[in-house]
């Protein structure tokens, strides 16, 4: 069973940098697009980030770009959050897709593999 696992959140202050990992057990991370979802107190989960399969493709939420960057490796992705401010707190998902690895999805539902969320809180 493919597994997404999220590491790096944490307690923050606005203006500072942090910077989400994730992993892919039970599965190769090359074969799998990539994706950062993240949910607030009492609202919906939301698309963040994602990055295709290859690294060569990546999709942004408007009111993260120019703060975030997806990267990707071999074995981790990752999210680069600088700039943060206090509307970015939320649970951060990792989501891995294995059907169409090759596009970098905005929509959670192309998203087969979901990890345990990592919890980031800013702080004014």
């Known amino acids: 069973q493919v597994q997404p696992v999220e590491s790096g959140g944490g307690l923050v202050q606005a203006g500072d940098s942090l910077r989400l990992s994730c992993t892919l057990s039970?599965?190769?991370?090359?074969?799998?697009?990539m994706g950062w979802f993240r949910q607030a107190p009492g609202k919906e989960r939301v698309f963040v980030a994602a990055?295709?399969?290859?690294?060569?493709k990546t999709q942004y939420e408007d009111s993260v770009k120019g703060r975030f960057t997806i990267s990707r490796d071999t074995n981790i992705m990752s999210l680069q959050m600088n700039s943060l401010k206090p509307e970015d707190t939320a649970v951060y998902y990792c989501?891995?897709?294995?059907?169409?690895?090759?596009?970098?999805?905005?929509?959670?539902?192309?998203?087969?593999?979901w990890g345990q969320g990592t919890q980031v809180t800013v702080s004014s």
């Open positions: 990055i295709n399969w290859r690294g060569d």
């Open positions: 989501a891995a897709d294995s059907a169409t690895p090759y596009v970098a999805a905005r929509e959670s539902s192309w998203y087969q593999y």
């Open positions: 039970g599965g190769s991370m090359s074969s799998h697009g």
